[in-house]
Nanobody, 123 residues
Framework: QLQLVESGGGLVQPGGSLRLSCTSS????????VGWFRQAPGKEREGVAC????????DYLDSVKGRFTISRDIAKNTVYLQMNSLKPEDTSIYYCAAQMYYYCTGADGYPYWGQGTQVTVSS
């Protein structure tokens, strides 16, 4: 079983930055598409960013385009989410998820999930 562990969350002021990490064990990420999702209290889960295994192409939620960047380091079995210009509405629990497939899909396609890391953006 692939295991995923997120880290890097915390409390940050509006306009600040955080870098989240998703580190895998039990398998390499070479053949996995990896996505970042978030869910705030009272709101539905939404996809934030994803990176495809076939070519490393990326996709983003419209509200984070230009502010967030997803990347991967295969040698370190780690996927990152760099978050800049953070806003209070970015406050959420952030999860990484992986699937052994070429492409990014919706949340239901991901069988492997991390435990989540809290991001709070507040002054």
């Amino acid at each position: 079983q692939l295991q995923l562990v997120e880290s890097g969350g915390g409390l940050v002021q509006p306009g600040g930055s955080l870098r989240l990490s998703c580190t895998s064990s039990g398998d390499t990420l070479d053949y996995y598409a990896v996505g970042w999702f978030r869910q705030a209290p009272g709101k539905e889960r939404e996809g934030v960013a994803c990176i495809a295994s076939i070519d490393g192409s990326t996709d983003y939620l419209d509200s984070v385009k230009g502010r967030f960047t997803i990347s991967r380091d295969i040698a370190k079995n780690t996927v990152y989410l760099q978050m800049n210009s953070l806003k209070p509405e970015d406050t959420s629990i952030y999860y990484c998820a992986a699937q052994m497939y070429y492409y990014c899909t919706g949340a239901d396609g991901y069988p492997y999930w991390g435990q989540g890391t809290q991001v709070t953006v507040s002054s």
